[in-house]
């Protein structure tokens, strides 16, 4: 399964961006899948996951109320809709898809991994 990532840029603080990841050669619609990001000198974080039909999400604490990830299972495809951006949200933007159908937020649990988006929010 190759993931492609897309919908970076460049923002200012209090915009709004939503990702898109979309599978090519194979779906990843029976997959979980979840937004990872790694900003700039620290380690790459999870920053929401979802099990496969979306009826299952997960967020880390920083981004609680502001994003939101969903999934298209016809299509296989996620999304990350974030809104009320801050300048702290500014990093590389990955999207992954594990093996399994429920969500997991450990990092060594996905198998697929998109190429990686940037966003940058401007202050």
């Known amino acids: 399964v190759q993931l492609q990532a897309f919908g970076g840029g460049l923002v200012q603080a209090g915009g709004s961006l939503i990702l898109s990841c979309a599978a090519a050669?194979?779906?990843?619609?029976?997959?979980?899948m979840g937004w990872f990001r790694q900003a700039p000198g620290k380690e790459r974080e999870i920053v929401a996951a979802i099990n496969w039909n979306g009826g299952r999400t997960y967020y880390t604490e920083s981004v609680k109320g502001r994003f939101t990830i969903s999934k298209d299972v016809a299509k296989g495809t996620a999304y990350l809709q974030m809104n009320s951006l801050k300048p702290e949200d500014t990093a590389v933007y990955y999207c992954?898809?594990?093996?399994?159908?429920?969500?997991?937020?450990?990092?060594?649990?996905?198998?697929?991994w998109g190429q990686g988006t940037l966003v940058t929010v401007s202050s």
């Open positions: 992954a898809a594990a093996l399994g159908s429920n969500y997991v937020t450990e990092e060594s649990r996905y198998r697929y």
């Open positions: 050669r194979r779906t990843t619609s029976n997959n979980a």
